[in-house]
C-alpha cells in the first residue's frame, strides 16, 4: 500500500558541535576509526545510537572475535594487531577474554569475550584517545558543501534534532547509511537480491560445566539427528560455546526470514519489528531443544537475547576497489595494503552456513586488504570501513567480522588525518606513509609474507 508523502516544513537544526573528524557508528570498525583519529590529535566526534560501543559485538550478542587469527600454513597466528591489541589488553585485564579456541571444522581460531567488559573497554580506549562520544544519537541524514563533500550530519536525539559539522567523515553505520545520503555508489546483496541472512543471538546460563563437557560437539549432531527424524531448525551450523565461566554458554543458531523465504533486511523497519519477533521465537524454540537434549543444560535458562537481531550484510558501499571472493581464496596481495584478513568466506544461505577457505595448509591463509576498499566513489571527504566497505557480496561473506574492520577502522582514522595535512581526497593519500603511520602504532599489514603483486 502506498500512503503517498507529506511535505515537513523548513526548519534551522543547531549545530552541535564542529570536528576534524565525525565518525558514524561505534562497532570494531567505529572504535578503531575514531581512536586512530583522536590520537593524531585530530577533534573527533563519534555517534552512535545506543547507548555503548561494540557494534554487533554488543548490541547483537556475539560475545567472539573472529578474524583476529589466520591458519598460515597450518600455524594458527593472530594476525590483526595495532588498536585491536589495546582492546584485547584491557579485556584481559579485566578477565573478559577466554584463550582463543578453534572454530569451523579446527580450521580458524577466534576468541571469545565478555560483553560488559568489551563495553567498557572500548568507553576507556576512546576516553583515552580524546575521542568525544555521542550515544543515543541516530545519524538520519547529512547536508553537503559541494557536490562531492559532505558538511554536516544531522542526528536525533532527547536533545531533538541537530547537525555535527566536519572537515573529514568515516562511514562505519555497518549499513552505508551516510555513503548513500550523500549520493555515494552502493550495492545490495548477491545481484539476485539475497542478502546474508541475520542471527538473534542468545545466552544461557546456569549450565553444569562438568556434565556438558565438550557439548559444543554434540550439540549439532543432536540437531542433525531432529531433523533426520523430521524436527525442524531455522539452520544448520549451529554454534554454541562455553563463554569464560563455563556455566555460561553463547548460542548462534537461529536464521531469520521473512514470510517469504528472504532474509529480514536490517535497512527495512517493517522488515526488521518483524524480525526481531521471529528471531526471538526461535531463540525460545531452540533453547528448549538443547535443554531437553543436553546433559548439563536441566537447570539452564536464557540469561540475555540480544538488544537486537544481528545483521550481517546490508549496502555495500562501492569504492576503487572492491575485495572479492577470489582475493579471500586466492590469499590477494595489494601494494597499498592497510592491514590483513585471515577469515574464511561465511556465507549465511538460506538454512546453512556454507565455508570456503583458502587452500590448508598449502597456502598463506590471509589476504592483504587494499586501502582502495576504504575509498568509496563519488565523495571527497569521506571514508568507509567495516561490514559495509567495498567488497563483493562473496568477499564480503568473509572480511566482514571483527578483526578486518578493526584494521579498516584504524586505517581510515589515520588517512583521514593524512587527508586533512595535506588538504587532500582520500584516494590522493600517500599509501606509503599511511603505511608507515600504520606499522609504527603496530598495525600487521602483512607485507613481510607478500607472495606476488595482484591489482
Ligand atoms: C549474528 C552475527 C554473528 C556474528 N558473529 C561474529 C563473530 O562471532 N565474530 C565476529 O568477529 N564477527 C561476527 N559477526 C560479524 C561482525 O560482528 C560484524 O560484521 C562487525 O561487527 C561489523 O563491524 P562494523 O563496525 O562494520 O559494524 P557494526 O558492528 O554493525 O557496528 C555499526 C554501529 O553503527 C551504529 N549505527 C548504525 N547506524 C547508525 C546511525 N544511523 N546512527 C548512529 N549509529 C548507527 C550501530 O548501532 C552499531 O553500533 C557476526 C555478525 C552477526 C550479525
Known amino acids: 500500500m502506498n500512503y503517498g508523502a507529506i511535505e515537513e516544513p523548513s526548519r534551522k537544526t ?16 567505529g572504535i578503531a576509526a575514531a581512536a586512530a583519529a583522536g590520537r593524531t590529535g585530530r577533534s573527533t566526534v563519534l555517534i552512535e545510537r545506543y547507548g555503548f560501543l561494540g557494534g554487533a559485538g554488543t548490541a547483537a550478542g556475539l560475545s567472539t572475535f573472529c578474524g583476529l587469527h589466520a591458519n598460515i600454513h597450518g600455524e594458527h597466528k593472530q594476525v590483526i594487531h595495532g588498536l585491536a591489541d589495546e582492546i584485547l589488553e584491557r579485556l584481559q585485564k579485566m578477565d573478559g577474554l577466554n584463550t582463543p579456541h578453534l572454530s569451523l571444522a579446527n580450521k580458524i581460531t ?3 569475550y565478555d560483553i560488559s567488559a568489551y563495553k567498557i573497554a572500548a568507553d576507556e580506549l576512546l576516553t583515552s584517545s580524546g575521542v ?11 547536508t553537503k558543501r559541494s557536490d562531492r563533500e559532505i558538511d554536516t550530519v544531522i542526528i536525533e536525539s532527547k536533545s531533538g534534532r541537530q547537525a555535527i559539522r566536519g572537515r ?21 546483496g548477491d545481484g539476485a537480491g539475497n542478502m546474508l541472512y541475520p542471527t538473534t543471538m542468545f545466552r544461557i546460563i546456569g549450565v553444569d560445566p562438568v556434565k556438558a563437557g565438550r557439548a559444543w560437539e554434540t550439540i549439532p549432531k543432536l540437531m542433525d539427528e531432529a531433523i533426520a527424524k523430521g524436527r525442524k531448525f531455522p539452520r544448520r551450523g549451529a554454534i554454541v560455546r562455553p563463554q569464560k565461566n563455563p556455566i555460561e554458554w553463547r548460542a548462534n543458531v537461529t536464521q531469520v526470514k521473512n514470510p517469504d523465504g528472504s532474509a529480514v533486511s536490517g535497512i527495512d523497519v517493517e522488515q526488521m519489528s518483524y524480525g526481531e519477533i521471529e528471531g526471538r ?6 533453547f528448549e531443544f538443547i535443554k531437553e ?11 540475555e537475547i540480544s538488544p537486537q537481531i544481528g545483521i550481517r550484510e546490508t549496502r555495500r558501499v562501492v569504492g576503487e576497489y572492491m575485495l572479492s571472493e577470489s582475493d579471500i581464496l586466492q590469499c590477494a596481495d595489494f601494494e597499498d595494503s592497510i592491514g590483513v584478513n ?17 587452500p590448508i595448509p598449502e597456502s598463506r591463509g590471509f589476504n592483504q586488504l587494499p586501502y582502495r576498499m576504504i575509498v568509496p566513489k563519488g565523495i571527497d571527504n569521506l571514508f568507509v570501513a567495516g561490514r559495509c566497505a567495498s567488497m ?20 581510515a582514522g589515520t588517512a583521514a588525518d593524512l587527508a586533512l595535512k595535506d588538504n587532500l581526497a582520500p584516494r590522493d593519500v600517500n599509501v606509503k606513509t599511511l603505511q608507515q603511520r600504520l606499522q609504527s602504532a603496530g598495525a600487521y599489514l602483512g607485507m613481510d609474507m607478500m607472495a606476488k603483486q595482484t591489482a
Open 14 to 29: 543547531p549545530i552541535l558541535g564542529e570536528f576534524d573528524v565525525v565518525v558514524l557508528g561505534g562497532g570494531p570498525a
Open 168 to 188: 573529514m567523515f568515516i562511514e562505519c553505520s555497518g549499513d552505508g547509511d551516510l555513503a548513500a545520503w550523500a549520493g555515494a555508489p552502493y550495492e545490495l
Open 281 to 286: 521465537r526461535q531463540c525460545w524454540d531452540v
Open 392 to 411: 563483493t557480496h562473496d568477499g564480503q561473506s568473509s572480511a566482514r567480522v571483527s578483526g578486518p574492520c578493526f584494521a579498516m577502522g584504524q586505517a
Open 342 to 358: 585471515g577469515w574464511p568466506v561465511e556465507a549465511h544461505v538460506a538454512g546453512n552456513v556454507a565455508l570456503k577457505f583458502p
Open 132 to 142: 568525544k562520544t555521542l550515544f543515543h544519537a541516530f545519524g538520519v541524514g547529512m
Open 110 to 112: 577466534a576468541q571469545a
Open 293 to 303: 537434549v543436553t546433559p548439563g543444560f536441566e537447570k539452564a535458562y536464557i540469561v
